[in-house]
C-alpha cells in the first residue's frame, strides 16, 4: 500500500484516478481548494490552491507521500512550470515518483507525433499547450538534478464520466432529441479520444513500472477518427440516427459560433485544427490496451442517461441550420 496525493481528485480524470487507487488500498490524500469529496472518510484532505506556490510548500514540506499525482490545471489564470514544480520539490526526499498529467497540446503541432517529437515554445499561441510543455520540461530538468522520478501523461481527448466539459454531452442532447447537429466545414478534422479511466489507468501503471521513470506516454484512441466519424460513433452509442448538417466555419464565426462558450456550435473546443499522436509506447512499456471509442461512449451514455441536463436552447442552431439550407 502506498500513500499517495492526488492534486486535484474530485472531478473528472482525479475522480476516475482516487475510485481505483481507493479499490487497490492505497491511502489518498486529495489536495483540492473546495469542501469535501465524493469519497468522505475514505481520503484525506488538504484544502490548498495549488497555484499558490508559497501555500504549497508550507502544505506540503512535511513530506510523507510516496507517489504524487498531479491533475490540476487552472482554466481561468493558467498552471505553470513554477508551479508545478514546487510541488514536487516540497514534497521531499521520501518521494519516490510524480506523475503528471500534460497533453498532447504539448506538442507543437503535427500529425502521428511520437513522445519524442518537439514539445510547443514558450510563446505558443495555444497558453494552454505552452504552459503543459514547460510544465513537462522543467519536471525532466528536475529528475536529472535531483533524481526524483517523474513520469508524464499525453491524453488526447478525455471523455468518460463526471466530464466536466460540454462535450459527449453536447452531441446526445441533440441526438437525442432527434435535431440535426452542425458539423464544421466538412467535418474532415481528426480528433483522439481517450476515456477518463484509461487516463487514470495509465497513471497509475506509470507510477508502479520503474522503466516509466523519465518517460512520457501518448493517449489516445488509434486510429484517429474525424469530427464527422466522432458524430456517428456518438449516435451509435446512443442507439440513434443522427442528421448532420455541414456549416462553413466562416458562416460559424460570423453568426458568433464560438469554442469555448455559448453558442456552442460542436462542443467545447473541439474544432481544432488536427493533432494526432501515435501510442505504442503506452502498450510496449506499460501493457494499457485502452478503451475502444464505442465501448467507451456506450459506457459513457449509461452514465449520461441518469443525469439531470438542463433544457438546451436551439435558438441559435436554428438559425444557422435555416441559413444553411
Given amino acids: 500500500m502506498a500513500r499517495v496525493l492526488v492534486i486535484g481528485g474530485t472531478l473528472f480524470i482525479g475522480r476516475a484516478l482516487v475510485a481505483q487507487l481507493l479499490a487497490r488500498g492505497d491511502e489518498v490524500v486529495i489536495m483540492h481548494r473546495g469542501h469535501g469529496t465524493p469519497f468522505g472518510d475514505r481520503v484525506g484532505e488538504i484544502r490548498c490552491d495549488r497555484n499558490d506556490v508559497a501555500a504549497v510548500r508550507a502544505e506540503l514540506g512535511g513530506g510523507g507521500f510516496d507517489v504524487i499525482y498531479d491533475n490540476v490545471y487552472d482554466w481561468q ?22 506523475i503528471f498529467t500534460s497533453s498532447i497540446a504539448a506538442y507543437a503541432g503535427g500529425l502521428d507525433l511520437a513522445e519524442d517529437a518537439p514539445l510547443a515554445p514558450a510563446d505558443h499561441p495555444n497558453v494552454y499547450g505552452a504552459q503543459k510543455a514547460a510544465s513537462e520540461r522543467a519536471l525532466f530538468a528536475l529528475q536529472h538534478a535531483s533524481g526524483l522520478a517523474v513520469s508524464t501523461l499525453r491524453p ?49 501503471l506509470a507510477a508502479d513500472t520503474p522503466a516509466a521513470a523519465g518517460r ?23 442507439g440513434r440516427s443522427v442528421e448532420l448538417v455541414h456549416v462553413p466555419r466562416e458562416r460559424i464565426r460570423a453568426a458568433g459560433g464560438s469554442l469555448t462558450h455559448p453558442p456552442l456550435y460542436f462542443g467545447t473546443y ?35 442517461e441518469q443525469q439531470q441536463r438542463p433544457e438546451p436552447d436551439f435558438s441559435w442552431e436554428d438559425g444557422l441550420i435555416a441559413a444553411a439550407g
Fill in 77 to 98: 489564470r493558467g498552471t505553470t512550470a513554477e508551479q508545478i514544480v514546487a510541488a514536487a520539490e516540497a514534497a521531499g526526499a521520501e518521494l519516490r515518483r510524480y
Fill in 156 to 204: 488526447a481527448f478525455v471523455y468518460g464520466k463526471h466530464n466536466g466539459f460540454d462535450r459527449e454531452a453536447f452531441f446526445w442532447d441533440r441526438i437525442r432529441a432527434g435535431r440535426p447537429v452542425i458539423v464544421p466545414g466538412d467535418g474532415s478534422r481528426l480528433m483522439q479520444w481517450v476515456m477518463a479511466a484509461d487516463v487514470a489507468r495509465a497513471a497509475i
Fill in 216 to 238: 512520457a506516454y501518448n493517449l489516445g484512441n488509434w486510429p484517429p477518427v474525424t469530427q464527422v466519424e466522432f458524430v456517428q460513433a456518438l449516435a451509435r452509442a446512443a
Fill in 270 to 304: 473541439l474544432d481544432l485544427p488536427s493533432l494526432t499522436v501515435r501510442t505504442e509506447r503506452l502498450r510496449a512499456e506499460l501493457g494499457l490496451e485502452l478503451t475502444t471509442l464505442d465501448e467507451g461512449l456506450r459506457s459513457t451514455y449509461r452514465w449520461y
